[in-house]
């Protein structure tokens, strides 16, 4: 399916390889940093936002903000009001990190489609933040209605660690 689809629902139980795998990743450190964060996001509306390579900010109509971005082989995150720094700018297209907008030659969900993380950010403007999804390495920003801003680390063509940003509905 495409990322702009809808969902397919099964009613199948975890296996218990993978219901061990997800509780190993709600228990883990990384989802413990990114949790810091919900209290300070949860039902703002995205007023606009700002995208690079490497990650994205999300302007709230409260004049706060929060950067997502990579750093390192995982997804960052930064909060704060006003203006951004300089810093968090460049961190949203830092040239330590691989271009994920082509179609990429690999196995993982949508790698046949080009990405750009501006126009897939764009879509939640308006929307207000309801939750956080969670992964090993990165972590989604969830909206009303069950859409999300996917975010994917992934290697691009020459293998680089790469983000992709989907705005897709579960």
């Given at each position: 399916?495409?990322?702009?689809?809808?969902?397919?629902?099964?009613?199948?139980?975890?296996?218990?390889?993978?219901?061990?795998?997800?509780?190993?990743?709600?228990?883990?450190?990384?989802?413990?940093?990114v949790?810091?964060m919900?209290?300070?996001?949860?039902?703002?509306?995205?007023a606009?936002?700002?995208?690079?390579?490497?990650?994205?900010?999300?302007?709230?109509?409260?004049?706060?903000?929060?950067?997502?971005?990579?750093e390192?082989e995982?997804?960052?995150?930064?909060?704060?009001?006003?203006?951004?720094?300089a810093?968090?700018?460049?961190?949203?297209?830092?040239?330590?990190?691989g271009?994920?907008?082509e179609?990429?030659?690999?196995?993982?969900?949508?790698?046949?489609?080009?990405?750009?993380?501006?126009?897939?950010?764009?879509?939640?403007?308006?929307?207000?933040?309801v939750?956080?999804?969670?992964?090993?390495?990165?972590?989604?920003?969830?909206f009303?209605?069950?859409?999300e801003l996917?975010?994917?680390?992934?290697?691009?063509?020459?293998?680089?660690?790469?983000?992709?940003?989907?705005?897709?509905?579960?």
């Open positions: 399916m495409k990322h702009d689809e809808e969902p397919v629902r099964e009613e199948e139980e975890l296996s218990p390889e993978l219901a061990e795998m997800a509780e190993g990743i709600l228990q883990s450190d990384y989802v413990r940093y949790r810091e919900q209290p300070e996001i949860l039902d703002k509306e995205v606009s936002s700002q995208a690079g390579s490497s990650g994205f900010l999300l302007f709230f109509s409260d004049g706060t903000w929060v950067a997502s971005y990579l390192g995982r997804l960052a995150y930064q909060l704060g009001s006003g203006t951004p720094s810093e968090v700018v460049r961190a949203l297209s830092s040239s330590a990190y271009d994920g907008s179609p990429l030659p690999i196995d993982h969900p949508y790698a046949e489609e080009p990405c750009s993380i501006a126009e897939q950010v764009a879509s939640c403007h308006g929307q207000r933040v939750g956080l999804a969670f992964g090993s390495d990165c972590f989604n920003f969830c009303p209605e069950g859409w996917e975010t994917m680390i992934v290697p691009d063509e020459d293998g680089r660690t790469a983000l992709r940003v989907f705005w897709e509905q579960w």
